[in-house]
């Protein structure tokens, strides 16, 4: 009987990171959908990407605004991805969403005007969406660091009310995302500050390769 209750390792990996599969699933969807409904070949990279994105952001998000401090703590270390996945799928969402930009915008310069200004609207969204993505994974990685095993051991040091949901740990991730660096907050153990760094050296560049391509997509209606 016991072996029969106890879940298979795919499925146990499966139901902790449903989010993701989720927005696996909603990506393929999408790029079928944009297909079908014959959009311009430029977007249809693009519209899987942001079906995938958006799954994931809704459902993450859901999460941090309804989650309270006793669920933070019995569901951080199943929600968050290991260390290797994080930085995977931090690259992932960087290469995938500016490589798919870049070749959608070239695919589409000698393109008519319709097709530029759905290119160009799909391109900003992927934009958008990636950098929530982004940070939204170092948001569930640090509140997992942070409570660990249960202990009162914290990663992280906040002034005035300690850490007790998601939102403080958005407040964390996405400060160092818009500013590459932590605010008020005081970093406790060298683990984290190693990730603090790596994620702020990825906010420096994907930032500065959002305004590049922004800069682009503009021109590229102003000339259309």
Known sequence: MTKARMKKPESAAISRHWRLVAAGVAGLLGWL????????????????WDACALVYVVTTW???????????????????????????????AILSSLVAVVVAMLNARTAG??????????????????????HSVFTLHYAHRHFGDGTDKP?????????????????????IGATFQVSDNNVLTTKLRNLVTAQAVCAYFYNTAVLALGINIIASLVGS
Request: net charge negative; glycine share 6%.
């Open 113 to 134: 005007p319709e097709i530029k200004a759905v290119t160009a609207a799909c391109a900003g969204v992927t934009l958008v969406l990636s950098w929530v993505v982004l």
């Open 33 to 48: 959908a944009a297909r079908h409904l014959n959009a311009p070949v430029s977007s249809h990279i693009l519209i899987g």
């Open 62 to 92: 859901r999460l941090f605004l309804t989650a309270d401090e006793a669920e933070v703590r019995r569901r951080a270390a199943a929600e968050d991805e290991k260390p290797s996945g994080i930085l995977l799928l931090v690259l992932a």
């Open 155 to 175: 990663g992280f040091l906040f002034p005035g009310e300690p850490a007790s949901t998601y939102l403080d740990f958005v407040y964390l991730a996405f400060s």
